[in-house]
């Protein structure tokens, strides 16, 4: 039924994707690698500013002098890794984004670290307090 | 200032003050076990499960041992947190261990699943990562990984430069797929198909007559 259906609806690649469709589980040891990157790439990186792209999805623009732009995507219980892609970005931000706008945008990331092995990561930011 | 991602369950994002008081949350919650909750102090999840980088093979097989009659690969997965697709890469090729019951490991079972633990922990440690995306025959995507994984072997398999980029080219194509899935309109296409059937035996019926 399903395969009829992504045929009919979506045509031949979103067929060919439907593994793509089973969940990924993010792993400890995806974290490690991914946070093992994310040090070389991002620290000391200037926050240009964060997006909310969805309910649990975070885009963060960086920057760092004499290299290009840098993009990370942080998705709550799913991913994070920097992206290359052009992401679609909602025209206001919610909430919570209105909130992270308040404190980071103009400060630097200044720490990525994996929680022992778990699947937690802490970024540590110098942020002026907003008043 | 900090920004902690939380990925595992259904996940979070939580912003605190340097002192770990929460100023803002994805999801604000009250949890048997700890608080996400503004003004308090955030907590950490807390884990029964030991860092494999640091356990030692003596706690390893007394950690085996306590599951007493739970599969290895169970165990394992709880004993280090290191999820099913780990704690199966570690037993692989040692099929026997895998179907005994915890208290039937001998030491050199327990040995030889350390020894696998060493080894796929030297290639994260050293970070001679291998990124790669796992396809399927149909050059579908399959999984995602910072290291070769021998449960992918016979598998095609495209390599990356970084676990990064192959993580931005997997949960891009993935994400698009899901979005393009999310947007079919079922009952559309089912009615669709019933106006077509409808005029394909009118037009056999007319041709027949």
């Not at chain 1, 960086?62 to 994070?80: D, S, T, W």
């Amino acid at each position: 039924m399903h395969e009829e259906l992504f045929t009919v609806a979506t045509g031949i690649l979103v067929q060919k994707d439907v593994t793509c469709l089973a969940k990924k589980d993010f792993t400890s040891f995806d974290l490690y690698a991914v946070v093992q990157e994310l040090k070389n790439r991002i620290v000391d990186a200037r926050v240009n500013n964060v997006y909310q792209l969805d309910p649990k999805t975070l885009l963060f623009k960086l920057h760092k002098v004499n290299e290009p732009p840098i993009q990370l995507v942080l998705e709550a219980g799913r991913r994070l890794h920097l992206t290359s892609y052009a992401l679609e970005k909602p025209p206001a931000p919610p909430a919570f984004c209105m909130t992270l706008r308040k404190y980071l945008p103009g400060g630097w990331l200044s720490g990525v670290e994996q929680h022992e092995f778990e699947r937690v990561v802490v970024f540590q930011f110098r942020a002026e307090m907003a008043t | 200032m900090k920004l902690i991602l939380e990925l595992f369950g259904e996940g979070n994002i939580v912003l605190t003050k340097e002192d770990g008081e929460i100023l803002q949350a994805l999801f604000f919650k009250r949890m048997r076990d700890r608080n996400i909750v503004r003004k308090e102090a955030y907590q950490m999840p807390p884990s029964n499960a030991k860092n494999p980088f640091a356990v030692s093979e003596a706690e390893l097989e007394a950690g085996l041992k306590a599951a007493g009659a739970a599969e290895v690969v169970r165990a394992l997965v709880r004993f280090l947190g290191v999820g099913g697709l780990y704690a199966e890469e570690l037993l692989l090729g040692q099929v026997s261990k895998n179907q005994k019951p915890c208290a039937a490991l001998t030491a050199e079972d327990v040995d030889s699943v350390f020894g696998a633990l060493q080894g796929l922990l030297s290639a994260f440690s050293g970070q001679t990562f291998e990124p790669n995306i796992v396809l399927d025959d149909a050059d579908g995507f399959v999984n995602v990984a910072p290291v070769k994984l021998k449960r992918y072997e016979g598998f095609k398999q495209q390599s990356y430069s970084s676990f990064n980029e192959a993580l931005d080219e997997f949960y891009v194509r993935v994400t698009a797929a899901e979005k393009a899935v999310a947007g079919v309109d079922v009952g559309q296409f089912r009615r669709e198909a019933e106006r077509l059937k409808r005029m394909i035996a009118e037009q056999e019926t007319s041709f027949g007559g």
